[in-house]
């Protein structure tokens, strides 16, 4: 299902009776708040692929994805192999227990969130071996140590930065 950009489209209370078998789910840009993205991941166990990212680089229509968002994922949607939640600033510590209870995850994009050294380095070391791609282009808290570290962690992971390496 794609509903990118039809903003307010999910907001709370959103019901997805009869979707428990939705496999993929394109919602970026809809203004989905958090409480609709928990209820979502509640109701739909078999998503592998989830676009939820925010709508632009302004971030007026950014959904409101919180680590709350990504720990129901961890808990609810083990299948989920596919996560576009970039330009969700509010996004910061969740990505371990998401990749903890998500095993499949093998593309995960963090693009301008406010994930730091420290929930990299923890995302890592919780990941399975399916991890093969991260993308953290523009956040403000991930530094050039910090991605190297990353790589020394988990040579096999890309991890994809806008920072100039020296």
Not at 124 to 149: M, N, P, R
């Amino acid at each position: 299902v794609g509903l990118l950009g039809l903003a307010g489209v999910l907001q709370t209370g959103v019901t997805l009776h009869g979707c428990q078998q939705l496999r993929e789910l394109r919602i970026s840009g809809c203004g989905v708040s958090d409480e609709g993205l928990c209820r979502i991941a509640e109701e739909c166990h078999e998503l592998e692929v989830l676009e939820c990212a925010g709508s632009g680089a302004d971030w007026i229509q950014r959904t409101g994805i919180t680590d709350r968002t990504l720990a129901a994922l961890g808990e609810h949607c083990n299948r989920l192999r596919e996560l576009d939640c970039a330009r969700n600033p509010m996004i910061m510590n969740g990505v371990a227990s998401l990749a903890s209870g998500c095993r499949r995850l093998s593309q995960l994009q963090l693009s301008r969130c406010s994930v730091t050294n420290d929930s990299l380095a923890e995302l890592l070391v919780v990941a399975s071996d399916a991890l093969e791609l991260v993308v953290l282009s523009d956040c403000d808290f991930i530094t050039i140590e910090g991605v190297k570290a990353g790589w020394k962690s988990r040579p096999q992971v890309k991890i994809v930065t806008s920072l100039t390496l020296g």
